[in-house]
């Protein structure tokens, strides 16, 4: 079993759409998680953090489920702009030192006029 | 501000040849510095983590090596290139806040391909 699942998609919406995404991580001791996000041919970058009571951001909204070891993503209102590929990433407490992180296959979306 | 420089941004060499990638953070001390391979379509395949001058762990044995030779200088190197190792390098580094919870701010990269 991968240590960090998610839908390779390619998940492809209509402006204005509202679309989901779940990852699955394996380690139920698991710290920290995070959601990246990143463009063709560019680097990830840091969308937002995960925390236990969830958190939103605009249009996007975390939410983590300790219970199922899942971690999910909503973005309301899709843009043009939010096509990209979308990581889940898990910080694992065995891999404490060196503040490794254990990144998804990620999941693409594409959002259509 | 904290920044993160990669070069080159692109790279073409022969197989056989050897590799020199270098990464530097600015505005930051002690940072933890990772490096990272994305083949085509692929995920993100940790190769060398350090958390200070000196010390590296490695992640995956093949052909590549890193050096930490200043605080906030990586560099990933070869000898030998193999066609296997075309793919996109990226750089990364941290900060840790709370216990275990750390954030990783990437570098743009640098888009290799092995001929």
């Known amino acids: 079993r991968k240590e960090v699942e998610q839908d390779p998609g390619p998940f492809n919406v209509p402006e204005g759409a509202t679309v989901a995404f779940n990852c699955t991580y394996s380690?139920?001791?698991?710290?920290?998680f995070f959601w990246y996000r990143q463009d063709c041919r560019k680097e990830p970058k840091l969308l937002m953090s995960?925390?236990?009571s969830g958190n939103e951001d605009g249009r996007f909204t975390a939410q983590l489920n300790r219970a199922s070891q899942y971690i999910s993503l909503l973005i309301r209102d899709s843009k043009l702009s939010d096509s990209a590929t979308y990581l889940c990433v898990v910080n694992p407490p065995i891999y404490n030192q060196g503040g490794k992180l254990i990144f998804g296959q990620g999941t693409e979306l594409s959002v259509k006029p | 501000s904290q920044t993160i420089h990669q070069w080159p941004a692109t790279l073409v060499q022969p197989v056989g040849s050897p590799l020199s990638l270098e990464c530097t953070v600015e505005g930051t001390s002690n940072p933890n510095l990772y490096w990272y391979r994305q083949a085509a379509g692929r995920g993100l395949q940790l190769l060398f983590y350090?958390?200070?001058?000196g010390q590296i762990s490695s992640e995956v044995p093949q052909n590549l090596s890193a050096s930490r030779p200043q605080d906030r200088q990586f560099i990933l190197s070869s000898k030998k290139l193999l066609l296997s190792d075309s793919g996109f390098y990226l750089c990364a580094w941290s900060v840790q806040w709370g216990q275990g919870i750390d954030t990783q701010y990437f570098g743009p990269g640098t888009r290799l391909t092995v001929l």
């Open positions: 995960v925390y236990s």
């Open positions: 380690n139920s001791a698991s710290q920290s």
């Open positions: 350090s958390v200070g001058i």
